[in-house]
């Protein structure tokens, strides 16, 4: 067993089904994504088959499956953001990295998530990619966030 999946486990008592959607925040928190092997893992300590386990986790939004790529662009898409445009700026974010949420590009530099409030609703909308808010975005703004990272390492 994977020495970090097994000190998350072990937080919770062993076979208590109960605590699955936790024990998967607590890993996701850790590791950054669900992987196959920790999924297994929390499957073995429940008592749970991995299809099931699978099945429920992506039921829901937060949870990855591939690992986070190097730049991790996170859209709030809590109330005030919607209503103050997080909808085209979605939109726009999908259409440029040419990615779904929870999925990570072939070369590994960007992936997508979508969150609840991130606390700056006075901001919105709010995207963070790795530590860096943007706030106040438009969909115009997203080429040039997305560039501003690629032309980052270039210098
Ligand atoms: S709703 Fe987006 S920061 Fe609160």
């Given at each position: 067993m994977d020495g970090k999946t097994n000190d998350i486990l072990r937080k919770y008592p062993k076979g208590a089904?109960?605590?699955?959607?936790?024990?998967?925040?607590?890993?996701?928190d850790q590791e950054g994504y669900l992987s196959e092997q920790s999924i297994v893992?929390?499957?073995?300590?429940?008592?749970?088959?991995?299809?099931?386990?699978?099945?429920?986790?992506?039921?829901y939004n937060q949870f990855r499956f591939e690992p986070p790529g190097q730049y991790h662009v996170c859209m709030c898409q809590g109330t005030s953001c919607h209503v103050t445009g997080?909808?085209?700026?979605?939109k726009e974010l999908e259409k440029?990295?040419?990615?779904?949420p929870g999925e990570t590009?072939?070369?590994g530099k960007f992936s997508l998530e979508y969150t609840a409030c991130m606390?700056?609703?006075?901001?919105?909308?709010?995207i963070r990619v790795n530590d860096r808010y943007h706030t106040r975005v438009a969909p115009g703004d997203v080429k040039g966030i997305l560039?501003?990272?690629i032309e980052g390492e270039e210098e």
């Open positions: 089904r109960d605590s699955l959607i936790p024990i998967l925040q607590d890993i996701q893992e929390v499957g073995r300590y429940l008592n749970l088959p991995s299809g099931k386990i699978y099945g429920l986790a992506t039921f997080a909808g085209d700026v979605r440029k990295m040419r990615l779904k590009t072939r070369d606390g700056a609703c006075h901001l919105s909308p709010l560039n501003s990272f």
